[in-house]
């Protein structure tokens, strides 16, 4: 479509937005005094207004059943997780491929003792060179304990020279090039610094054809673009939900695993009681029996209040609607890019392909990145600054308006 760089242009498109009444469900910080530009989504997504009221829930059946809000509650704390059936909706997946528990990392490191076999010649992880820095520790020492050396079992992809983002040609070259020796590919579904968004169905696709086990960390991925990984046949993912699922810091994990796994109970896993048979967990046998689906992984009880916010987000979601999301995504990102063409001190390192990029956009700063990164700040506009030199700014459709894009790049530009 034809932009224009005009504030009326962006109020107008404003008040065409559909989603626009969804910004009000959400708690705007200030700064000085002034209603801020949030643009940190894809770090701590902003607080919904109805959080409170869902924890509100739990700590009155606390209050006044204890213990017995376990069973009894209105929302039984016992049976907690089966109330997100949302959360697997929004991955695509089945409702038994999903659970909600842990955090991202622990969640990852239990998939590794299920999933990571070291077949002699066949034992490489495929990562992004640039995978989040958690990934690559929780990889590193799960290999140590094991007695494996990581820079002998971690394959990295790089971009080609003079380029910041990988192709997904030579993703997939990659693969097939070490097919025989390739254990497990692990990437992220869109990476962290440069907001690239990978093409998650066809790496998966050839991935399994070499043999290898597929994980997707999802932590800028989910709530950011639609996903599809039961159809996709993903083996597992984890994400966390307090970036664009807005469930607070430190918020709830969420794990897929497909139902080609869940329902091998045979597969070898860190037990926990959580994840035995409901139906018998309470007879208090020593004998680790695993659940089918995802749950068959959980380790512990629903931590309570932490789902309950996550809850809260998810309703949102549900109702706004992944797709409509994802359209509006598309346009503040183009609007964005369309405002910073010219822009001589910033360089847009995301790929431009819409298909390639969900709502961030990095910015590679050419001079004096961090003043230009604090002049945002004294703006009332809130983004993230990335050593060494990148700013990244998320434009979240469920908050952000076509006016907050026009104001933050009226500050670059200036």
Same mark, same amino acid.
């Given at each position: 479509?034809?932009?224009?760089?005009?504030?009326?242009?962006?109020?107008?498109?404003?008040?065409?937005?559909?989603?626009?009444?969804?910004?009000?469900?959400?708690?705007?910080?200030?700064?000085?005094?002034?209603?801020?530009?949030?643009?940190?989504?894809?770090?701590?997504?902003?607080?919904?207004?109805?959080?409170?009221?869902?924890?509100?829930?739990?700590?009155?059946?606390?209050?006044?059943?204890?213990?017995?809000?376990?069973?009894?509650?209105?929302?039984?704390?016992?049976?907690?997780?089966?109330?997100?059936?949302?959360?697997?909706?929004?991955?695509?997946?089945?409702?038994?491929?999903?659970?909600?528990?842990?955090?991202?990392?622990?969640?990852?490191?239990?998939?590794?003792?299920?999933?990571?076999?070291?077949?002699?010649?066949?034992?490489?992880?495929?990562?992004?060179?640039?995978?989040?820095?958690?990934?690559?520790?929780?990889?590193?020492?799960?290999?140590?304990?094991?007695?494996?050396?990581?820079?002998?079992?971690?394959?990295?992809?790089?971009?080609?020279?003079?380029?910041?983002?990988?192709?997904?040609?030579?993703?997939?070259?990659?693969?097939?090039?070490?097919?025989?020796?390739?254990?497990?590919?692990?990437?992220?579904?869109?990476?962290?610094?440069? $907001?690239?968004? %990978?093409? *998650?169905?066809?790496?998966? #696709?050839?991935?399994?054809?070499?043999?290898?086990? @597929? /994980?997707?960390?999802?932590?800028?991925?989910?709530?950011?673009?639609?996903?599809?990984?039961?159809?996709? $046949?993903?083996? %597992?993912? *984890?994400?966390?939900?307090? #970036?664009?699922?807005?469930?607070?810091?430190?918020? @709830? /994990?969420?794990?897929?695993?497909?139902?080609?796994?869940?329902?091998?109970?045979?597969?070898?896993?860190? $037990?926990?009681?959580?994840?035995?048979?409901?139906?018998?967990?309470?007879?208090?046998?020593?004998?680790?029996?695993?659940?089918?689906?995802?749950?068959?992984?959980?380790?512990?009880?629903?931590?309570?209040?932490?789902?309950?916010?996550?809850?809260?987000?998810?309703?949102?979601?549900?109702?706004?609607?992944?797709?409509?999301?994802?359209?509006?995504?598309?346009?503040?990102?183009?609007?964005?890019?369309?405002?910073?063409?010219?822009?001589?001190?910033?360089?847009?390192?995301?790929?431009?392909?819409?298909?390639?990029?969900?709502?961030?956009?990095?910015?590679?700063?050419?001079?004096?990145?961090?003043?230009?990164?604090?002049?945002?700040?004294?703006?009332?506009?809130?983004?993230?600054?990335?050593?060494?030199?990148?700013?990244?700014?998320?434009?979240?459709?469920?908050?952000?308006?076509?006016?907050?894009?026009?104001?933050?790049?009226?500050?670059?530009?200036?």
């Amino acid at each position: 479509m034809e932009f224009q760089n005009d504030l009326k242009y962006a109020q107008q498109l404003d008040k065409e937005d559909t989603l626009r009444e969804y910004r009000k469900q959400f708690f705007i910080p200030d700064y000085q005094g002034n209603s801020v530009s949030y643009f940190c989504g894809n770090s701590l997504g902003l607080q919904p207004k109805v959080v409170k009221f869902y924890i509100e829930q739990e700590l009155l059946d606390w209050k006044n059943m204890g213990v017995e809000g376990h069973l009894e509650a209105k929302n039984p704390w016992f049976s907690y997780h089966h109330f997100f059936e949302s959360a697997a909706t929004l991955v695509g997946a089945q409702k038994e491929e999903v659970v909600m528990m842990n955090s991202l990392t622990m969640n990852l490191h239990l998939m590794l003792a299920s999933f990571y076999k070291n077949r002699g010649k066949r034992r490489k992880i495929v990562m992004e060179s640039s995978a989040f820095p958690s990934d690559f520790h929780a990889v590193q020492s799960f290999l140590q304990l094991n007695n494996l050396d990581p820079t002998d079992i971690i394959l990295e992809l790089t971009p080609r020279n003079g380029e910041h983002t990988l192709r997904t040609e030579d993703i997939i070259a990659t693969i097939d090039e070490n097919r025989l020796e390739i254990a497990m590919v692990l990437l992220g579904g869109v990476n962290y610094y440069t $907001g690239q968004l %990978f093409d *998650i169905a066809a790496i998966t #696709k050839v991935a399994k054809k070499a043999g290898a086990v @597929v /994980g997707w960390d999802l932590a800028h991925t989910v709530g950011n673009v639609p996903l599809q990984l039961h159809d996709w $046949g993903v083996d %597992f993912a *984890i994400w966390c939900t307090y #970036k664009y699922l807005n469930s607070g810091p430190g918020g @709830v /994990g969420g794990l897929f695993v497909h139902e080609e796994h869940g329902n091998n109970l045979d597969l070898p896993r860190m $037990g926990g009681w959580w994840g035995t048979e409901e139906a018998t967990r309470f007879q208090m046998n020593k004998h680790f029996k695993p659940q089918t689906g995802a749950a068959g992984w959980q380790v512990s009880n629903a931590p309570v209040f932490a789902m309950a916010m996550h809850k809260a987000s998810l309703d949102i979601f549900e109702e706004a609607g992944m797709v409509k999301l994802r359209n509006k995504s598309i346009k503040l990102t183009g609007y964005l890019e369309f405002l910073l063409k010219g822009n001589k001190d910033v360089a847009i390192i995301t790929p431009k392909n819409p298909e390639e990029r969900g709502c961030q956009l990095s910015l590679l700063t050419k001079k004096e990145g961090k003043a230009l990164f604090n002049k945002l700040k004294e703006n009332a506009i809130i983004a993230d600054w990335r050593e060494p030199n990148v700013i990244r700014v998320a434009p979240v459709p469920l908050y952000n308006t076509f006016t907050d894009v026009y104001r933050l790049a009226e500050v670059l530009n200036s």
